[in-house]
Every structure is written in C-alpha cells, then in structure tokens.
C-alpha cells in the first residue's frame, strides 16, 4: 500500500496519457446544455457536429501520440495490436452520422440527446480497448452498455421502449454476470491487471473447473456487446425498433471494441491454460450455426439482418482461436469487410425506406431502382464472402488461418471448424441473396404497389449518396483487382 | 479503557438518539410553517404518500411514486458511496506519505462524483421529468354530471 501511495502525484502526472478520451467524455457533455434552454428543436446540420469530436480525438490519439506507456499503476496500456483497432473504432463511428440523413435517427430527427449518448458509447469502447485492468474494463463497457441502451430505445415510441427495456434487462443480466466472474478471477490470481505475470502463474496453478466458470462468466458479458451466441436475444429486437443509424452503430462499434478487448485479454489466458480455444471455438460455432438458421426463417429482411450480424460476429470470433500474425490481420480485414458491407446494406435500406418491407415487396424492383438493387446485390455478395467483391479476402483469410492453426497443433478441432464454416457460407447464401431474388429474378406482383412512402437520396442529403459510392467502389473494385492481383 | 471505548459507543448512540430527535422536530416545524391550513374531512384523515391508511396491506401502489422512488435511490446510493469516502480517504497517514498529493484526489474525486449527479439533477429537473406525470381525466361530457361534480366540489371545500 505505502510504495502505492508514494507515487500518487507521478500516476496522477501520467494522466495526461489518457487526456484524448477523458476530453470525449468532458466534452460530450456540451451536447447536454441545450437541454437546458426550453427549445429542443435541432436543426439537422448540429448532427455534423458530432463529427468534430471524433476527428479530434483520433488526430489526438492517432496522429500525435500513441504513448507506450501504462498509466493508473498499469490499469490502462496503449499495445501496438490495439492501435488498429482503436481507429476502426473511431472510425467505424463515424459513419452512421455521415450515412444517415438526421431524419433516420427518429420522428423529430437528430436529438442532442442522442449526440452526448453517441459520444460517451464511444468514448466507452475506446477506454475498454485501452483497460488493461478488468474493473477499468467493466467500468468501460459499462459506459458504452448505458449509452446504447438509451440510443436503443431514442425513437421514444412504445415499440422503442420495449425493446430498450428488454436490451436493459438483458445486459443488467449479462454484465451482473461478467462482475460475478471477474471477483472469481480476482480471487483465483489475486490480481485484476491481466497482463500483470501474477495473472497467468495464478490461472496456472488453480483448477481447470473454476478458471473456465470464471471465464465463461467473463466472455458472457463480452459476447453481449459482441452479439454472440448464447446472448444474442436482444439483437434483433434492437434491430426492429431502433433508429437505423443506431443500429448500425451498434451492430459494428461495440463489435470492433469487443474484439480488440479479447485480442489483448486471450493471450494472457491461452499462456495459462491453452485449451481455452475450444471453448472460444463453440461459442464462435454456436453463434454461426444458430444465426444462420434463425436468419433462414425470418419473414422481414430487417431481422434477417439482426440474424445474420449473430452469425457474422461467429466468424469474427474465428481468428482469436490463434493468435498469429496472419490471424491478427484476418480479423482487421475481416472486420473491414463485414463494417462495410453492412453500412452499405443499412444505408440503402434505410434511405430508400425499405426498412420495413417484408421480401415479397422487393418483387420486381430491379427494374425500377437499379442502382441500389445492383450495390445491394454487390454488399450481400461481400456478406456471403463469393470472389469479385472484397468478402471473399475476408472469408479466405478465415479459413487461411484455420488451416494455420490445424498444421501448428495438429489438431481436428481447427479442420471441423473450418468445414462447419465452409458450409455456413454456403446456408449464408440463401438468406442473404433472397432480397436479390426477389428483386432481379421474379416479376413485378401486386403487392409492390405498397403505401410505404419511398424517401429517394435527394440532392438535400447528398452525405449519404457519397458514403454509399464510396463504400461500393471499396467494396466491388479494390475487392476485382485486389482478388486478382493473389 | 474498556469501559471508555463502551462509553464512547454509547456516546455516539446518544448523538444519533438527538439527531434523529431534532431532525424529526425541525422537519414537523418546517411543514407546520409551510402548509396550508384547511382542516376538512379529507385533509385530516392520516396518509402515507397518497395511500390509503385503512384497508389491504396488498394494495397497488401508484405507478407515479416509481421516479422517485428512483431518484431516492439514486441519491441514496451516492451517500453510501461518500461515507466510506469520509472514513478512508480521509487518511492522515496516507495524505503525508503521499506529500498531500492524496487529500486533494480524494477531494477532487468527491466533487466530480457530486458534481456530476448534481448536473443529472438539475438536467432531469430542466427537462421536467420530475414533474408528477400528469394523467389525462376522462371527465363524462355530459353537462348534468359535471354540474354534480362542481356541486360536490364545493360541498367538500366548505366543509
């Protein structure tokens, strides 16, 4: 405790090591003021200026200083392998405010609200990303779990209520869960800093048994934000009722976090007891198989999407089954390709008020919205991972790794691995090309002739038009020539 | 030395015995200065937070006492977060090996914690979330009745 307390002023100094997140949190809160004064009307353009906090933030953290240094007595450590992931992040969030009208984000457009909420989730992942303490770690998913559930449920109707307060109780559930399993592992290793030796000697010597309860208690408040197998109820109800730049935050910001989180938090435990990939294994294989099967039945595209992301985070868990260079960079450019595709599929949804169709609706729409239909189709060829577009690096990658792991350990668990997820891409196939289907092959019926006002990308919100070509030029030529040039 | 550690208990039992006293006196004496005085049937009858004194013990409870119920829990929490904050933070010891860099964190640390639910506060209070949620009466259209109502309205307020 004394050489703890001698140095509180030096800890304290370093703090400025963490001055670009605590500035996001401090400022986020300028988004609260106009609460303050009677009028809550926004004017659309303020929804731009969420954009300014990021860049600051990541020209703070990304292009002036990424410090080495731990601070808080080693409770938060700037990794090099966390420094991609912390600017897909940043980055990743900013999309949705580019991608979207101020419309999309509910009846009376963007609120401030939403603005302080969307910041301080961000804020949230970039320090879980940092914490190299699990309490810093709860803590930090804490406050992007708070965030989201208030965005969830920002439509501020019935539906949007409902489906906040059971996302709420779901993750109260989940993260009272991964509290309960981090005061095991403190009690196993009597430390809470996982990089710290003490930790690995500590898992080594107690008992298999207690170490994978703990763990599974652990990973179940991860694989929430995740939106992973066992604790993905709540993804598909967040997908009907929340606003669609909501959704699509949620379905990419928190994922990207999570996984820089278990790239850091793995290793430490893959030292102690190396059999702990099977277990990430099952949940990865759960999450694709029962994703998939769900994702086949759905009637409305907006759930089948909320499936598909369960099955989709399944094959992001895939390459923290080893922890090589190949598979670092797999995950990178596999989250790359899933973030953008899924953007896309998003944005058109929602800018062309699609969000609410059911399948049959898109009968014959090919004809009548082309180029949509064709970027579509080039997203959900990119989702499934088939060769022009640039799913397929993302998919090859996977199984490049999976073939990596089985010549390294020589065990079967990395083979049926890889042949579950080969022909998982192959269920992919039906759900995801149905819109497709329905749009290009079958004829114009009568029930397109829906009420459903069509909102075309019009000259006012030319941010999302840009964002979409932008996304399909990535997506369809950097995938021809990149595929062609391996 | 025994018997002056169980005096000093005693002694805070006894502090706590005339706080409490004094915190009930004051609190009567601040409502009798501030409330109005119209003494009918049904201002007299003794109540609990809108609940009726005399009946099941199983009753609904109003949905409204939901928020501040929260509120109270909220702040209730915040308390029992500064006690300990008092007790251990408030550490001679700690604060010289530290070259008094300790008192100040602490200090500093208190108030952004204070200060930070105080801005919730008074945001919520801004944006009238602490109002009591008004219900909308179905009043009956009918003229003849609501002629009733008023008439005893009035018979109640001159009582």
Redesign the interface.
Known sequence: M?EY??V??VE?GKFSGLLPELLLLIVS?LW?LP??SKGQKTNPIWLYSLLIPIAGLVYLRWFSAWKGQSLGYGAIHFPETSKYFYLFTAGFAAIPIIGFASRSWGKNGFTFQQGFFYLSAIAGALLSLLSAQLLVLYLAIEILSFSSYFLAASALNKNASEGGIKYLLQGSAASACMLYGISWLYGITGTLNFTHPLFIEGLKMASPFTVYMALILVLGGITFKLSAFPLHVWVSNVYEVAPMPVVAFLSVVPKVAMLGVLWQLLPAIYQAIPQVYQLIGWVAMASIIVGNVTALVQKLPIRTMAYSTVSQAGYLLLPLLSGSELAYSTLLAYIIVYSLANFGVLIILENYGWKSFTFSQFAGMAKTHLWPMLALLVFFLSLIGLPPTLGFLGKAGLFLVLAEGFQALKSTFYLWMGILALLNAAVALFYYLHIPYQAWLKPKGFETNSKVPEMPISAKTWWPAQILVAIFIVILVVGFFWNSWL | MRTENHFNQLSTALLFIIGGLLFSLISLTVWKLLRSNKPTEITQVAYESGEEPIGSALGGFNIRFYMVALLFVLFDVELVFLFPWAVVMGNKQ?NE???G??GY?TLIEAFVFVLLLG?GL??AW??QWLGWAKVAINRPKMKQVNREYELFNEQVNRR
């Open positions: 004394q307390i001698q509180l002023g304290l809160l609260l609460g303050f | 700690f090996m530290s070259g860099v300790w964190t801005f008074a945001y801004k944006q």
